[in-house]
């Protein structure tokens, strides 16, 4: 299973307990429940939406969490139809919530896109001068003269094996003279600012003053969301147009994805109306985190959607639908195990696990799991939303997420 590091930076008085957190690596998942149907969704669920509610149910109750505190959400399109059921009440199709990583889904696009264009090179050098310009793909000063940069190429940072450190997730040594030495960059500054506005360049700054690594280049899988933003900055200088502007023109205003958009204001805090709140549930204590800065999450994290925009844009984009042509949509799903003999597998920002979901990311911030998954053999998008974080059993609920995501398919003869 793949390991995906998720944001948990705080900025309530529950703070102290979240940073004890950090160095917890788990699998992103998102399923939980116990079955409540919006009428706003639909008056009458068909007797596939009754079964699924029913599975929801039953994985929720099996976790034993209480009542209103998050709940599961689920949309599955399929040759025969869309179907919907939700544990929360009032969630329909077009209830916002955070997608956190998926975001890492766009900007992967966004990069074979410009590499289909003839204006990049997945195997140059980052410092290598971008096609038909004088210009290195990344500045050269010394606010990106982050490790081994000269070795690191773009096809690897899209692999998470570039070996950059994660500015939001990874702890800054003890060693470091810095006053957010022993914790994380973001958590300090949020503590500070809660409404700070996070920049590419600033994320990237830290990196590079105090030449913070993880390990070589190709030498092993580390998730890096600071990699994915040195992605955003080499889309920025190649297209010439801020990252979400360029995602927005290319991909989200063509398909139609009305009710998306990527949070670069710290202010943004909320999630547009309606949205599905978020709680996390740590010492054995809930907290409601529905409000949060995602302003950090440049290329990698930022986005937020609607459960019908995001099942669109997943079965798009892998199919070659989505400007990203059908060849270069291949190469994307050429996944590789994240270490010799894991199961677990990675590809240019698309991840196939568990085996026999199908293709997509997973997402996961304080409040928020989201699992996309499009299976191109059997033609079934899945989209499912746990809004509630376990951080006190990660494991058992990634579990019962995937259980019940399998137990769903087999329901509607998938």
């Known amino acids: 299973m793949s390991e995906f590091r998720v944001v948990v930076y705080a900025t309530k008085p529950y703070q102290e307990v979240f940073m004890r957190l950090f160095l917890c690596r788990f699998l992103v998942f998102s399923i939980l429940a116990c079955a409540v149907f919006s009428t706003a969704a639909q008056a009458s669920p ?221 202010k943004l805090v909320t999630p547009p109306e309606p949205f599905i709140r978020g709680w996390t549930k740590v010492g054995g204590e809930y907290f409601d985190t529905t409000e949060d800065n995602a302003s950090y999450g440049h290329a990698e994290g930022n986005m937020v959607t609607t459960f019908g925009d995001l099942a669109l844009w997943m079965r798009k984009l892998i199919r070659g639908e989505a400007s990203v042509s059908p060849e270069n949509a291949l190469r994307m799903l050429e996944v590789l195990p994240i270490a010799p003999g894991s199961r677990s597998s990675y590809g240019l920002g698309i991840s196939e696990e568990p085996p026999g979901l199908g293709f997509g990311h997973n997402g996961g911030i304080i409040g928020y799991f989201t699992i996309a998954r499009y299976d191109p053999a059997a033609d079934v998008t899945l989209v499912m939303l746990s809004s509630l974080i376990d951080f006190d059993d990660m494991d058992g609920l990634g579990m019962a997420a995937y259980d019940a995501a399998f137990e769903a398919r087999k329901v509607l003869g998938y």
Request: aromatic share 8%; no cysteine.
């Open 46 to 266: 068909s007797a596939e939406e009754l079964a699924l509610g029913d599975i929801l149910s039953r994985a929720w109750a099996g976790r034993g969490y209480p009542e209103g505190k998050g709940g599961l959400t689920l949309l599955i399109r399929t040759p025969k139809g869309e179907y919907f059921a939700s544990t929360v009440p009032g969630a329909t199709r077009d209830s916002h919530f955070r997608a956190a990583s998926v975001t890492k889904t766009t900007t992967a696009a966004a990069i074979m896109l410009l590499e289909q264009r003839g204006l990049l090179r997945l195997d140059d050098f980052i410092t290598d001068t971008m096609p038909g310009q004088t210009e290195p793909y990344l500045p050269d000063t010394p606010g990106y003269a982050i490790p081994n940069k000269d070795r690191i190429t773009i096809r690897l940072l899209l692999q998470h094996r570039a070996g950059v450190f994660d500015v939001p997730n990874d702890i800054v040594p003890e060693s470091v003279d810095a006053p957010y030495a022993g914790t994380t960059y973001v958590d300090w500054i949020s503590g500070a600012e809660p409404e700070h506005r996070y920049t590419i360049d600033e994320l990237v700054g830290v990196v590079a003053k105090h030449g913070l690594l993880i390990a070589k280049p190709g030498e092993k899988y580390h998730y890096s969301n600071t990699g994915y933003s040195l992605l955003g900055k080499i889309i920025e200088r190649v297209s010439g147009k801020a990252l979400d502007v360029f995602l927005m023109e290319e991909f989200i205003i063509p398909l139609g994805m009305t009710e998306t958009s990527f949070v670069t204001e710290g």
